[in-house]
């Protein structure tokens, strides 16, 4: 199979069917195995149940399955002749935000799930409002159980007017509506017979061509040095590879470059791939490079074109969504990790809380309990260089870590 | 020139990412070899992420003693090779020891035997990070897995209280006596394996492709004979051609019957398959959970 790769986030509140989707996409397109058919198959049937409950397939661990909800992002994958999907499935019960901001993060496109007899509900627009803040490029809605509502056309196009009112608020580049039935199978991977007045693409072939490619930033070139490789051998007495992932932009040979936060320039002569040479190189490759010059280069160092540089800053405005059990604190100190770089940050002030059932700005707070999102200002020990997340979220996104525990407490976007 | 990298690329990015992240984050990492081709894939990768210079940590076997013969030459052959450094827990010596106990019976397995033997690994080789070839496709627990999964100090899972993990952000700090489970395929599928496999022509053992063998047919799953088995009385050994699509040990691993003898009919095998990989191990079939208890005590 030759193909790129498709990363897409689900949301959907308890009872919209996510799980059923999921299950449904995974079985119309081949992806479920025998083995796995017959364990659903055999605990549906225990429940009493008369078709297959597909959720089942995706509700990953005991506790969930005793609870029947899912409570953590899972991953699944599947694959068509064109490309291949990685399934972010994340919870939509309301003090789960953190992994739906989880899964979002390495998105490419969110499948947002509407229960076709209710509507836009407040976790539609909590969902949409993720998808907008984590600057997920397309969105597609899908408005489920058509099914319930005798698959007619008048209910499809009010919760479309619905969401598009909404929308206008948010900042999503592309959103697209596809009614569907994820239980009876309409318009997921096959066509429906039941809604003949949709003329637009099933959902499975909406994925399949959503342009990747298109979404990556080659404009900008940002490499966050990970480590330096020296072999220490006689072959390569002299080497210094910087190894890293290109976060944006395209590298060639010859290119004058500049090391941060020394500023010394040299330029590229050599760019390898492993054991390959490469002329050019660019996002998301691991490769390694060589300079003409031996400048002190280490790890959290970020390497980037002299006529193209970063921000380079202590003070950043951010985005920042909170996932500790003990409430962000204004004034509190954290590490933080951007990038390959590392260090510690306080938070100097919180400029509001988003209130996420009516999406509005609540000023003067100074703490923020788990699942909450605010906009704040934070000064650190070390100078970051960093892009607005909206312009790189490679080099525009960072986390909080809390001391004393050492857990992500705080997932941050620079404004 | 599109600037745009085909799947695999884009996997193989994603997991040298991860190894090099490993080994900058942490002070003591290894690598669990198996001998399986998930983690023959992942030592590929690791000899990829740090070309030119040799791979900086060690491969670290758990040996159970009940290993195919063919599993343990292909181990020693590969170290040779990429000049690495190998060390072996072994699960006898955890079991004379009475760290470990050996199970009786027909289903005798030593599946579990396995953790305290890793444990013990970890913590006599001061190891801060273990990496391993496990992929989320491969089971129901595993889809949850991070790509650096936190233990506690008793070398534990638990799949509610896991970091979230963010972009390409790892939070790999840890309290002394933690350690971490690190995971550079877990995006990958049985096909990417396969055709990755393909693609770069890594040499495999030589019991993933189709030959003769003596083997026993206990329920639906048919087991290569050894002096580990037991036969039960309506059991008989007879000689198939058959050939392993995952590799552990020899009381466990179930064979398929299958003529495929090249990675093309490998990978046509797999496309075909309508069952997953583990579907013949007897180990997950002792429950629905089964994976998910083992995982929670510290297996890989």
Redesign the interface.
């Known amino acids: 199979?030759?193909?790129?790769?498709l990363r897409f986030t689900t949301a959907g509140s308890v009872d919209d069917g996510k799980s059923t989707l999921i299950g449904r996409l995974l079985y119309d397109s081949k992806s479920i195995?025998?083995?796995?058919l017959a364990?659903i198959e055999n605990?549906s049937k225990k429940k009493g149940l008369d078709e297959i409950d597909f959720s089942l397939l995706?509700d990953?661990?005991?506790?969930e399955?005793e609870q029947g909800i899912t409570?953590?992002?899972?991953?699944?994958?599947f694959?068509t002749p064109n490309?291949?999907f990685?399934i972010a499935d994340t919870p939509g019960h309301i003090q789960y935000t953190?992994?739906m901001?989880?899964g979002a993060?390495?998105a490419n496109a969110a499948l947002i799930l509407i229960d076709a007899r209710n509507g836009v509900i407040e976790q539609t627009k909590r969902h949409s409002y993720i998808a907008s803040l984590l600057q997920i490029p397309h969105v597609l809605v899908c408005i489920n159980k058509m099914d319930l509502v005798n698959y007619e056309k008048g209910a499809f196009e009010k919760i479309k007017e619905q969401y598009k009112d909404f929308a206008a608020k948010l900042d999503i580049q592309d959103f697209k509506f596809i009614p569907i039935s994820a239980l009876k199978g309409d318009n997921v991977v096959n066509r429906s017979k039941n809604m003949e007045w949709y003329n637009g693409p099933t959902l499975l072939h909406s994925l399949e061509n959503i342009p990747?490619?298109n979404d990556?930033n080659?404009i900008d070139f940002r490499f966050a040095v990970?480590?330096v490789?020296?072999?220490?051998?006689d072959?390569?007495h002299d080497?210094r590879?910087y190894?890293?992932?290109i976060s944006s932009g395209?590298l060639r040979i010859g290119d004058q470059v500049t090391a941060l936060p020394s500023q010394m320039q040299s330029r590229v002569k050599k760019i390898?791939?492993?054991?390959l040479e490469l002329q050019?190189a660019?996002?998301?490759?691991?490769i390694s490079i060589e300079l003409e010059d031996d400048i002190d280069i280490s790890?959290g160092d970020m390497v980037v074109k002299t006529t193209n540089q970063p921000q380079n800053s202590q003070e950043i405005d951010a985005m920042i969504c909170w996932?500790g059990e003990n409430p962000m604190q204004l004034n509190g100190k954290y590490?933080i990790?951007?990038t390959?770089r590392s260090g510690r940050a306080i938070i100097k002030e919180i400029v509001y809380v988003v209130d996420l059932n009516e999406l509005k700005r609540i000023e003067g707070k100074t703490t923020m309990e788990k699942n909450g999102i605010a906009r704040i200002k934070i000064k650190t020990t070390t100078p970051l260089f960093f892009d607005s997340y909206r312009t790189n979220?490679?080099t525009g996104?960072?986390?909080l870590?809390d001391e004393t525990n050492?857990?992500?407490v705080g997932?941050g976007m620079i404004i | 020139?599109?600037?745009?990298?085909?799947?695999l690329?884009?996997?193989?990015?994603?997991s040298?990412?991860v190894l090099?992240?490993a080994?900058?984050q942490f002070e003591n990492p290894c690598i669990l070899f198996s001998g399986g081709k998930d983690s023959i894939v992942v030592t590929h990768l690791a000899?990829?992420?740090?070309?030119?210079?040799?791979i900086p940590f060690p491969l670290v076997h758990i040996d159970t003693g009940h290993n195919f013969d063919e599993t343990i030459a292909f181990r020693d052959e590969l170290v040779q090779k990429i000049g690495a450094q190998l060390v072996i827990g072994s699960v006898q010596e955890a079991i004379d020891n009475g760290l470990a106990q050996d199970e009786k019976g027909v289903h005798a397995t030593r599946n579990t035997a396995q953790i305290p033997t890793l444990i013990d690994t970890i913590e006599k080789n001061q190891f801060d990070a273990a990496m391993g070839g496990a992929r989320?496709?491969e089971e129901?627990?595993r889809?949850?897995e991070r790509f650096f999964s936190h233990r506690d100090d008793f070398g534990q899972w638990d799949?509610?209280n896991?970091?979230?993990?963010?972009?390409?952000?790892f939070?790999g700090?840890?309290?002394f006596g933690e350690h971490f489970r690190v995971f550079p395929i877990?995006?990958w599928?049985e096909?990417?394996i396969w055709?990755y496999i393909k693609k770069e022509k890594i040499a495999l053992p030589s019991l993933y492709f189709s030959h003769e063998r003596e083997v026993i047919r206990r329920g639906g799953t048919i087991l290569a004979n050894s002096p580990f088995i037991t036969l039960k009385p309506n059991e008989k050994v007879t000689t198939e051609i058959v050939r392993f699509r995952t590799i552990g040990d020899l009381t466990i691993t179930g064979a398929v019957e299958s003529e495929a003898s090249t990675l093309d009919h490998i990978i046509a095998e797999v496309a075909a398959?309508?069952?997953?990989e583990r579907?013949n191990r007897a180990d997950d079939q002792r429950s629905?959970?089964a994976m998910?208890e083992r995982k929670k005590e510290g297996y890989f």
């Not at chain 2, 020139?1 to 799947?7: G, I, P, T």
């Not at chain 2, 398959?273 to 997953?276: L, S």
Request: overall charge positive; some cysteine.
């Open positions: 199979m030759k193909g790129e790769l195995f025998q083995d796995q364990a605990t995706t990953g661990l005991k506790d399955r409570i953590d992002v899972a991953y699944r994958y694959n490309r291949k990685i953190r992994n901001v989880t993060s390495t990747v490619a990556l080659h990970q480590t490789l020296r072999p220490h051998t072959e390569y080497y590879g190894a890293g992932r395209i390898h791939c492993a054991h050019e660019y996002a998301p490759q691991s790890r996932m590490s990790q951007h390959s979220r490679n996104s960072f986390i870590i050492f857990n992500t997932a | 020139m599109s600037y745009r990298l085909e799947h690329e884009e996997l193989e990015a994603e040298i990412f090099r992240e080994f900058a000899v990829k992420a740090f070309y030119p210079a040799k989320r496709d129901k627990a889809a949850k799949p509610k896991q970091r979230p993990e963010l972009w390409n952000l939070n700090k840890k309290k877990s995006n599928t096909m990417d055709e398959a309508r069952e997953t579907g629905e959970a998910e």
